[in-house]
């Protein structure tokens, strides 16, 4: 696999980003084309293709921002493949490249990796990536914000509410065509948006996700 062949994200690769995303939904809230797009100069993410599964890495963001877990400089930081079957991608990955590490992997593609006998034969290690699981909160704490705990969001609220012209807007499921005012924020309903509520939870993208590197 030739990573020099890998490319930039640019606003034109949209259609081919959401496609993969449209047939393989992803289970973590980095995967949008939005997000990708909107760090991709942070993380200076790079794309290429392999065996019809998108591949997203950064040769530099261990370097520049966060200490590899393995402690080997140059180390290259992966997103999980987006395809039919990310988990042989993923041992195709170690099977061609040294020094990687490939972050944000959902709990449904550990479980396969576990399962694989080649784990044992490739020497990985998979680690719980606790700082990046995503979020749940207590409705009722977000409804309040009271406490220390949430002093900063308060904060955050209050300057948000001070300097915007501001609307909620429901959805459920259907597509945005236009803003209703300067700044909407758009709230999703349906179990395939942003959050979802469970009696007294709000879930935001609920994941448990691992880390997966050579054993030191």
Not at 22 to 43: A, D, G, H
Not at 159 to 168: G, L, N, P, V
Request: proline residues 5%.
């Amino acid at each position: 696999m030739d990573l020099n062949l890998a490319k930039k994200i640019e606003i034109t690769d949209k259609p081919l980003f959401d496609s993969y995303f449209v047939k393989y939904k992803p289970q973590i809230s980095e995967l949008t084309f939005t997000n990708l797009f909107m760090w991709r100069n942070y993380y200076d993410f790079l794309f290429t293709e392999l065996n019809d599964h998108l591949i997203i890495f950064s040769k530099s963001y261990l370097n520049k921002w966060k200490k590899p877990h393995s402690n080997k400089k140059d180390t290259i930081f992966f997103l999980p493949p987006i395809g039919n079957k990310p988990d042989e991608i993923i041992f195709n990955l170690f099977d061609n490249l040294d020094n990687i590490e490939i972050h944000r992997v959902p709990e449904a593609d550990i479980k396969k990796i576990k399962e694989n006998e080649k784990i044992t034969n490739f020497k990985l290690e998979i680690i719980d990536d606790r700082d990046n699981w995503d979020y749940v909160y207590e409705r009722e704490e977000l409804i309040t914000l009271a406490g220390n705990k949430y002093r900063q969001k308060r904060r955050w609220l209050k300057r948000f509410t001070e300097q915007y012209d501001y609307k909620f807007n429901f959805i459920a499921g259907k597509p945005i065509t236009r803003y209703h005012t300067p700044f909407s924020i758009y709230i999703s309903t349906d179990l395939g948006g942003n959050f979802s509520l469970f009696g007294g939870w709000l879930i935001y993208n609920f994941l448990i996700s691992s880390m997966v590197r050579r054993s030191p």
